[in-house]
């Protein structure tokens, strides 16, 4: 048995230090990030990626969101059926075709998983990223098909997790992984650290990820733990180069799943995916072996996606005005955290 002592922080332990700077206006800032891959790839858009849960990772999400320039991670129940409707209606109007450069394609580790990535990159062969997504991202299996999908598919961009510790995330880019997601048990649906015991604090996981991946050649993407737009802004500060979520997402009209009425107000379902509701939806209900680490929640309803977003980037911009920041690509060089026992003035709520 081992302790470490020094302490780590999640989004919630800082704040932001601010500067004198000389942009005047949120319009001064560009949040479009340029990235050039090992593999020559080449992608540019605001690094935010919502998340590949079914109630979120949804086409008609991923319609809105590239609008912005912002990914959607597609979730990897949608038959090919369903993704060969899809092609179809974007064919159909040539103002979306742009679109592909702005979704990724999600798959687990199963045979049957792989088989259908196969059969979708048929479809769409020119489609940039692939997301390898799986709980567990330390299991040996998983490095083995890391491995065969990079020699595989040697022309897309691979993300792969979730981890959160340096050494692990080196070994994925040298194994080719593009884009390591960092992040165990943060969301906000997730009870992986209540179950298992497993974590780790989520700013100090991407502080730690970044150093390493930067070296490398390689990028983060941090996983969970975004309650408000300003956590969107530590993640970057901290050396993220993409941000993902779910729960700031959930609830949407584009997202998963009829409205649902309750005392007089509108709610739409969200749910972990490794919650008993996700087990029964796509396993048949949970194995004897396995508990669930997930929970499901009823989302006051938002309305239309596009508000969230422009909430989203205004508090960004509003950061990058904060630390003379005029693009995104160099928050992190202009954040400097400070540590604090509250942020918020909570006598009227949060």
């Not at 949040?31 to 008609?60: A, C, H």
């Not at 080719?176 to 650290?193: L, N, Q």
């Not at 390689?218 to 500060?237: E, N, Q, R, V, W």
């Not at 989302?299 to 980037?313: D, H, P, R």
Request: charged share 25%; aromatic share 12%; glycine share 8%.
């Amino acid at each position: 048995m081992k302790i470490e002592t020094e302490i780590k922080l999640d989004f919630k332990d800082v704040l932001i230090k601010p500067v004198e700077s000389n942009l005047n206006s949120r319009s001064d800032v560009n949040l479009e990030r340029e990235f050039t891959f090992r593999n020559n790839q080449y992608w540019k858009g605001v690094p935010i990626i919502i998340s590949n849960m079914d109630t979120t990772g949804t086409f008609e999400m991923a319609i809105e969101a590239s609008k912005y320039k912002i990914l959607t991670s597609i979730h990897k129940h949608y038959s090919i059926e369903d993704w060969k409707n899809f092609i179809n209606n974007i064919s159909e109007f040539s103002e979306n075709k742009f679109i592909y450069d702005y979704i990724t394609v999600t798959s687990g580790i199963s045979e049957s998983d792989l088989d259908k990535l196969d059969k979708i990159l048929e479809m769409l062969p020119n489609i940039k990223f692939i997301h390898l997504d799986i709980a567990n991202g330390y299991i040996d299996k998983f490095f083995k098909i890391i491995e065969k999908i990079r020699y595989k598919y040697p022309n897309q961009i691979l993300i792969a997790g979730s981890v959160v510790t340096p050494e692990i995330v080196e070994k994925y880019i040298r194994a080719g992984v593009d884009i390591v997601k960092v992040g165990i048990g943060s969301g906000s649906v997730c009870t992986t650290r209540k179950q298992t015991a497993i974590g780790y604090p989520q700013l100090s996981c991407v502080i730690e990820c970044s150093n390493i991946a930067k070296a490398l050649g390689g990028y983060i993407l941090s996983d969970g733990g975004c309650t408000c737009p300003g956590d969107f802004s530590k993640a970057y500060g901290a050396g993220g180069d993409f941000v993902m979520s779910g729960g700031m997402f959930a609830g949407h009209k584009e997202c998963l799943g009829e409205l649902i009425v309750k005392d007089d107000k509108q709610f739409k379902s969200f749910y972990g995916m490794s919650s008993l509701k996700a087990n029964n939806n796509y396993n048949g209900g949970l194995s004897n072996y396995k508990s669930s680490e997930g929970k499901e929640v009823l989302i006051e309803y938002k309305g239309e996606l596009k508000n969230t977003i422009l909430n989203i980037l205004g508090g960004i911009r509003s950061t990058c005005t904060y630390t003379n920041t005029r693009y995104l690509k160099d928050l992190y060089f202009n954040t400097t955290f400070i540590r604090v026992s509250q942020q918020l003035n909570t006598v009227y709520g949060n």
